[in-house]
């Protein structure tokens, strides 16, 4: 838990920057490269072009896009990163217009970890709050699951979805940071919760789900083995 990873909407990037990016993504270059003249782009974000030409230039820069210029125009193609940016704020605009409750269900396969959530789980910091607010103590361990191709945007999904706030504390020169939960019924038996903890080894594609039973036994779950994940998100 030593990592800090950004989440969700990349509030960083300048609001000037956010409609240029959406435009290039209109064009198609997420998902390849496009040809684009600055002056195209001025006119259709109704700017300079000079104004458009520094756009590119700094989303290159800040590495959202790879541009390569050329005597036709610019070949640009959105990076991962632009990706992320686009789909993040994407997930909070429709988190502010969907006000109705809904259910979220993903799936994944059981991956071994690092052995820190015994340790995490076991703090007494954590484990009042757990206790208070979800209702149950945990067992002194994560269930690792690693998410199927198909759902792999669904950590940057919660990352934008109200969730029960387990604050973060200090225990000496020890800092153990915030995690975020959301109740949910693991297999359609156990009850438990996902936990996003912001302090993490893992990537985005890895999902830790607590429980007040060790799941592995009580499921009979091994290593690669698949696991069905249930949230009910209330109004």
């Known amino acids: 838990m030593s990592k800090e990873k950004s989440r969700g909407a990349d509030d960083s990037l300048k609001p000037t920057l956010w409609y240029s990016l959406l435009k290039l993504s209109e064009l198609g270059a997420l998902n390849r490269k496009i040809l684009v003249s600055t ?13 458009a030409s520094k756009h590119l230039i700094e989303l290159d820069r ?11 125009g610019n070949h640009i193609k959105i990076t991962e990163k632009g990706r992320r940016a686009v789909e993040g704020m994407y997930l909070k605009l429709r988190s502010v217009i969907d006000k109705k409750p809904h259910m979220l269900t993903f799936k994944g396969k059981v991956v071994n970890g690092l052995g820190e959530g015994a340790y995490y789980m076991s703090r007494p910091g954590y484990r009042e709050q757990f206790s208070r607010k979800l209702g149950f103590n945990p067992f002194p361990g994560t269930l690792n699951l690693r998410l199927v191709p198909s759902q792999e945007g669904v950590r ?34 156990v009850k438990g919760a996902v936990a996003l903890i912001h302090r993490t080894h893992h990537d985005d594609l890895v999902i830790e789900l607590i429980a007040p039973t060790h799941l592995r036994r009580s499921l009979g779950l091994r290593e690669g083995s698949d696991v069905k994940v249930t949230i009910v998100f209330n109004s």
Do not use: H, M
Not at 39 to 51: E, F, H, M
Not at 62 to 72: D, F, N
Not at 158 to 185: D, S, Y
């Open 156 to 189: 940057r999904e919660l990352e934008t979805l109200p969730a029960i706030t387990i604050k973060g504390f200090k225990r000496g020169k020890r800092t153990f940071g915030e995690v975020k939960c959301f109740p949910a019924v693991i297999n359609d038996s």
């Open 62 to 72: 800040g590495g959202y896009i790879e541009r390569q210029a050329s005597v036709q």
């Open 39 to 51: 002056i195209a782009l001025a006119g259709d974000r109704g700017v300079s072009q000079q104004t």
